[in-house]
């Protein structure tokens, strides 16, 4: 593991990862002034469905490995995924979640259009490695048991003489705690895989949120081409919604 330090910028409880000295991502420990009364809602939604997040292998098949609610655009599932680990979406983001999506919308200056939520059961859930093929920031607040959430580099370092990070080295390891924010900040979403491992020590239920912008590209695959189809609708969105609260 890389020691990249955070480094704290106008507000002491933000901390920002730096990568050659600019920031790729953003965490923040103390987001919520209301994390348990967003996890009770949550949990008393009727709309959990189950889902995996990998693809079966003979060695691995599919599980019941956590449940997911999704709130606006649903993105493309990969062709292996079976269809009873596929979800839908449940409609459009609730009311009880609307003044909390502006804060975020307001903090990152972009609009967001989804939610898809991920109830993980215990230890033994896990988020495989993988990066996102969206348009602008993508958001995650952690509610529930701390679990570390692990961030890695895609690619060497281009500034080969300083050769400071190697494809898969970690980036960031932190333990994300009930309550806090980390956000991918969209130029390098490509650069960067996320994961959650397995943990060795038993923990309750985890719970993230992860707001999104998801374009008609990303509803109809899940491969980089939706980066390429979604470019003109994702900066028309950007557009209004600026031309709306500025």
Known sequence: M???????IENPHVQFGL???????????????N?????????GQSGWRKEDGYCPTLKRPMRDQHSTIQWGPRQAYNSCVPPEFRITSSGQI???LKPLTERIELRFR???????????????SSVHPHSDNMHGDIVMISLGAPRQFV??????DKATTLNRWKAGDIFSGRVLPHGSLLTIYARHQHDL?????????PCGTRVSMIWRYLTKGNELTPGLSAYS????????????WRIAHD
Request: some cysteine; aromatic content about 14%.
């Open 94 to 96: 609730p009311d009880f």
């Open 151 to 156: 961030l890695r580099f895609k690619k060497d």
């Open 35 to 43: 994390p348990d009364e967003i996890l009770a809602w949550l949990h």
């Open 2 to 8: 890389l020691d990249i330090p955070g480094l704290e």
């Open 229 to 240: 189809i979604g470019g003109p609708e994702f900066q028309e969105a950007c557009k209004s």
């Open 110 to 124: 972009q609009p967001f259009n989804s939610i898809q939520v991920n109830r993980h059961y215990d230890h033994t």
């Open 19 to 33: 990568a050659g000295n600019k920031p790729w991502y953003e965490f923040v420990p103390n987001f919520l002034d």
């Open 193 to 201: 895989q996320h994961e959650m491992p397995v943990q060795a020590e």
